[in-house]
């Protein structure tokens, strides 16, 4: 999956653009969304979402996202990145306020809370479909005024899938915030809910992996050290030899940026990662 012309390109991908937004500019200094919000869309099918968020009702109360992914981790992309979707409503978070001016918004199809049922499975009013008990989990949610106690689970392909997603979207556009809608609206709003990993995604994509060493060792004889991640690139040192230990900076394209005494780029295949 890559990013172009602020557009995801790649299997799976589909793009539908929603009448729903605001053009440009976002109110950051790059005026561009630094900031990304996790949704589910509270109803049972992705198709049902994709609709009621591409469609503008005169009436008004409309509403979008800039993404939906859906449960085999399928992504339909309704706006481009540059453009504000209405996702976030009235929000605020650190100072910050308005984060449909501040974010990507992605909604993930997932029904939310649910109530079980006298017959044993779970659903809630004016929904007719209902769910049984592995495709639910029994979790309190962080904010004790929110007092439902089964959530919808979120396959791990879904999971994945917004994982990957905001990889790449921290590495476009530099995000330095990712949160749950309940956490930017937490008076009005559950979503995602205790049972999406929130916390393990902020630690996976915004930790500043400078800062924590990741380790490896070489495990090639010898191993070309470069400036950059390609063989085209000068060598900076001496080959490494085998199981010289390095520190792993950064990834690139198959390539890894280490340490060691010195500082280059090598071919990823040749470092196991120890830890
Ligand atoms: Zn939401």
Aim: aromatic share 8%; with cysteine; glycine share 8%.
């Amino acid at each position: 999956m890559k990013i172009v012309d602020h557009q995801l390109q790649g299997t799976g991908v589909h793009f539908k653009q929603t009448p729903n937004y605001y053009n440009p500019p976002f109110k950051t200094p790059t005026k561009l969304p630094d900031a990304i919000i996790i949704h589910y869309t509270a109803m049972t099918n992705a198709a049902d979402a994709i609709k009621v968020l591409t469609t503008k009702k005169p009436e008004g109360g409309n509403a979008s996202a800039h993404l939906v992914i859906g449960k085999q981790g399928e992504i339909t992309q309704l706006a481009k990145f540059n453009q504000r979707t209405w996702h976030a409503g009235d929000s605020s978070y650190n100072g910050r306020k308005g984060y449909n001016s501040l974010s990507i918004g992605i909604e993930i199809d997932n029904v939310g809370w649910l109530i079980k049922q006298n017959n044993g499975k779970f659903s809630r009013a004016r929904l007719t479909d209902e769910y049984t008990e592995d495709q639910v989990v029994n979790l309190p949610h962080f904010n004790p005024k929110v007092r439902h106690e089964y959530w919808e689970t979120y396959p791990q392909k879904q999971i994945d899938a917004v994982f990957e997603i905001c990889e790449l979207l921290r590495k476009q556009y530099g995000i330095i915030e990712i949160l749950g809608h309940d956490e930017i609206s937490p008076n009005r709003k559950q979503d995602p809910g205790p049972a999406f990993p929130m916390d393990e995604l902020k630690s996976e994509v915004l930790s500043d992996r400078s800062g924590e060493a990741v380790e490896g060792i070489v495990n090639a004889d010898l191993l070309n050290i470069r400036a950059g991640a390609g063989v085209n690139f000068e060598k900076v040192a001496q080959p490494l030899s085998q199981n010289a230990e390095v520190e792993i900076l950064e990834e690139s394209n198959g390539w890894y940026k280490v340490s060691t005494k010195v500082e280059g780029w090598v071919s990823k295949k040749h470092i196991t990662p120890t830890r």
